[in-house]
């Protein structure tokens, strides 16, 4: 299909008069890397800590001005949004539990108002609430499934209906919009004591992979990151002491803990039109986590 005009022009939705045909190729012109995101507001959740703030900020470093949510910690908000000023971007914070669908909704409407538009969307907000199966309150359940679930529904959602109204930029990016999930390598690997946190993530994999199908037409391209071990504060007790990590590198078989800025950079990856033609794909980013260590000596 390598040309094709059809194939490769841009509209709004696909029945909408058609935007001018991309050159043959299919590519417009490369930027620099520090302004890939030039023009590209970004709605990032959970953005005051941990892997949520390193992809704020290297989104911000990518060149995006960058809504920065949170539900706690205001004070660790106004930091990430006062570094992302000093870069020379724009930035502004947002209180929302990204489960509850009308802070949802409000945070959307105040991110499209301030920034005009939005073009890249994160959902990154998570938690764990641990508990051997059969001690798991429902409450647990309902609370990671709530955020790490629903609370990705209600953000993509809202995204989405902002990147069809608006369809392609062509002077922008390549997309409509780029809806980056934060997934985990338990939406494949099995976690015995973390029931509710295992099927979230699983149903996050699927979630995305429809939704991409669904959306592709529309030049909105969805995908899932899925860290392994990252050092954040989610984790802690897997890291902190040299025990831990110890015990933490028999599962990595590139024998360090990611960090956050690992993270970023595939997000920015994902963001940015380097990966125009990627959607509905996981990227793992976990040190080879997920290719079944156990085997590396043994089988
Ligand atoms: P973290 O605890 O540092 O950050 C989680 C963020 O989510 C915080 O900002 C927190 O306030 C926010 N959050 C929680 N509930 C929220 C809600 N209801 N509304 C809005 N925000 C809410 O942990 P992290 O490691 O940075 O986790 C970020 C994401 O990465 C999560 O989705 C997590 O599942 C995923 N992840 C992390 C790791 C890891 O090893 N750290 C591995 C795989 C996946």
Same mark, same amino acid.
């Given at each position: 299909?390598?040309?094709? @005009?059809?194939? %490769? ?6 029945? &909408? ?19 890939? %995101?030039?023009?590209? @507001? &970004? ?11 390193? #992809?704020?900020?290297? %989104? ?7 809504? #920065?949510? +949170?539900?706690?910690?205001? !004070?660790?908000?106004?930091?990430? /949004?006062? !570094? ?7 930035? =502004? ?6 489960? !509850? ?11 499209? *108002? ?10 990154? *907000? ?12 429902? !409450?647990? $359940? ?7 679930l ?24 390549? *997309? ?7 997934s985990?390598?338990?939406q494949?690997?099995? $976690?015995?004591?973390? /029931? ?5 993530k699983g149903g996050v994999a699927m979630m995305m992979k429809s939704i991409a199908q ?10 899932s990151?899925?860290?392994?071990? =990252? ?7 897997? $890291?902190?002491?040299?025990?831990? +990590? ?22 920015? $990856?994902? *963001? ?8 509905g ?19």
């Amino acid at each position: 299909m390598d040309g094709d @005009p059809k194939r %490769l022009s841009r509209s709004a939705t696909p029945t &909408a008069p058609v935007a001018p045909a991309l050159p043959a190729a299919g590519r417009l012109p490369r930027r620099e890397y520090h302004e890939v %995101l030039r023009g590209q @507001p &970004a709605l990032v959740t959970g953005a005051n800590s941990g892997i949520g703030r390193a #992809v704020a900020m290297g %989104l911000a470093r990518a060149g995006a001005d960058v809504a #920065v949510n +949170y539900v706690t910690h205001p !004070e660790a908000a106004d930091e990430v /949004a006062h !570094e992302i000023e000093a870069m020379g971007r724009k930035a =502004i914070t947002l209180k929302a539990d990204v489960s !509850e669908e009308a802070d949802v909704e409000r945070m959307y409407a105040r991110a499209i *108002a301030h920034f005009g538009t939005l073009h890249i969307a994160v959902s990154n *907000a998570g938690l764990q609430r641990d508990h051997p199966f059969d001690e798991m309150t429902l !409450e647990a $359940w309902n609370t990671v499934i709530g955020v790490n679930l629903t609370g990705q529904f209600l953000c993509t959602r809202a995204a989405t209906r902002e990147f069809k109204r608006r369809g392609v930029v062509s002077s922008v990016s390549q *997309a409509a919009g780029k809806i980056i999930c934060m997934s985990s390598v338990h939406q494949l690997i099995p $976690w015995a004591g973390h /029931a509710n946190y295992a099927a979230s993530k699983g149903g996050v994999a699927m979630m995305m992979k429809s939704i991409a199908q669904e959306l592709a037409p529309h030049f909105i391209r969805v995908n899932s990151i899925a860290p392994g071990a =990252i050092r954040t504060p989610i984790n802690t007790s897997a $890291w902190e002491t040299p025990e831990a +990590y110890a015990d933490l590198m028999t599962l990595v078989p590139y024998k360090r803990i990611g960090e956050p800025e690992d993270v970023a950079q595939a997000a920015v $990856w994902l *963001a940015s039109d380097a990966s125009d033609y990627v959607t509905g794909a996981t990227l793992y980013v976990d040190g080879g986590m997920t290719l079944y260590p156990g085997f590396t000596t043994g089988g």
